[in-house]
């Protein structure tokens, strides 16, 4: 098991950047992958960007060239780096671990002002 505490959320206006944090209590080495995921009110809950153990990388294409993701195994922690934010960023973003099942942390409002 693993538990996942997300950080870095807030307001941002149009254009601005924000940066998340998703730290695990476990050591994230081994974990097959790790995401960044969103929900905004009233729409089902949407892949952001994942990062699997050996570094592959994949986003949604609303988000490519504007966020990245990335993990640091010593701090046992997952970022997205947020740019150019628009208002449609705005959702809840939550962290997400897959290894064998899936764990998620408890998310993180992201506000973007236009």
């Known amino acids: 098991q693993v538990q996942l505490v997300e950080s870095g959320g807030g307001l941002a206006e149009a254009g601005g950047s924000l940066r998340l944090s998703c730290t695990a209590s476990?050591?994230?080495?081994?974990?097959?992958?790790m995401g960044w995921f969103r929900q905004a009110p009233g729409k089902q809950r949407e892949s952001v960007a994942t990062?699997?153990?050996?570094?592959?990388?994949n986003y949604a294409d609303s988000v490519k060239g504007r966020f990245t993701i990335s993990r640091d195994n010593a701090k046992n922690t997952v970022y997205l780096q947020m740019n150019s934010l628009k208002p449609e960023d705005t959702a809840v973003y939550h962290c997400?671990?897959?290894?064998?099942?899936?764990?998620w942390g408890q998310g993180t409002q992201v506000t973007v002002s236009s």
């Open positions: 997400n671990a897959h290894m064998g099942s899936y764990y």
């Open positions: 476990r050591s994230i080495f081994s974990i097959d992958a």
């Open positions: 990062i699997t153990s050996n570094g592959n990388t």
